[in-house]
């Protein structure tokens, strides 16, 4: 897991810490020492997934299940322990094999593009990225405030009518219904909904 990730925890619906995974832990980790009883949640800043950590022990304790690596420290030849070395050559660029499943004439016209296969096909994802930026972050956007909202809102009034307006692109509406809801919880929501109303499509009929 990674310790650096941002996240937010929340006390009920109090909003106790944001920043690096490994800070928040520690602030969860004293509320849960002051009362045991204490409800903590915990949410990836960008998906707004729920994150399950295990507080048992001392606070190091934590840490250390989160996968926090030791300092590096330099051996006998001055490298330092623990990081990669890296020899003469091209560096890597992080490129992933796996397996990708396409019909005949598809493969047929990807290895007769410059550069074979491999090539023509990251083109062609960049080109998409490119051209869905808006629609992706659009929906990332709603998809992780919809996350957000149903864990924490989903027993405050207007909750249904609030999505609504989040998946319509009706930003007043939005904002007017979560005002009613804790200032920590509505802060949060809007927080997370902001990229979706920053930007809408363009109407190719327009």
């Known amino acids: 897991m990674d310790e650096r990730r941002s996240c937010t925890v929340f006390r009920g619906s109090t909003r106790i810490a944001s920043g690096a995974l490994a800070e928040v832990a520690l602030a969860a980790k004293a509320e849960l020492d002051a009362d045991e009883t204490a409800?903590?949640?915990?949410?990836?800043?960008?998906?707004?997934?729920?994150?399950?950590?295990?507080?048992r022990g001392a606070p190091d304790d934590v840490l250390r299940r989160l996968g926090q690596a030791p300092e590096a420290r330099p051996d006998a030849t001055g490298q330092a322990t623990g990081a990669a070395r890296r020899g003469p050559g091209r560096p890597k660029l992080g490129v992933v094999a796996r397996e990708v499943t396409l019909l005949p004439r598809h493969w047929d016209w990807l290895g007769r593009q410059p550069g074979g296969a491999s090539v023509a096909l990251r083109k062609l994802v960049e080109?998409?990225?490119?051209?869905?930026?808006?629609?992706?972050?659009i929906r990332q956007?709603?998809?992780?405030?919809?996350?957000?909202?149903?864990?924490?809102a989903g027993n405050e009034a207007g909750f249904e009518e609030a999505v609504k307006a989040l998946f319509a692109g009706d930003e007043d509406?939005?904002?007017?219904?979560?005002?009613?809801?804790?200032?920590?919880?509505?802060?949060?929501?809007?927080?997370?909904?902001?990229?979706?109303?920053?930007?809408?499509?363009?109407?190719?009929?327009?």
């Open 39 to 55: 409800q903590i949640l915990i949410f990836d800043d960008a998906t707004a997934e729920p994150i399950d950590l295990d507080f």
């Open 127 to 137: 080109e998409a990225r490119r051209g869905n930026g808006v629609k992706d972050r």
């Open 141 to 152: 956007s709603q998809e992780a405030a919809y996350r957000f909202m149903l864990a924490m």
């Open 173 to 206: 509406r939005f904002r007017q219904l979560v005002e009613a809801w804790p200032p920590d919880i509505c802060d949060h929501a809007r927080g997370l909904a902001g990229p979706a109303f920053e930007v809408r499509p363009v109407d190719p009929r327009q």
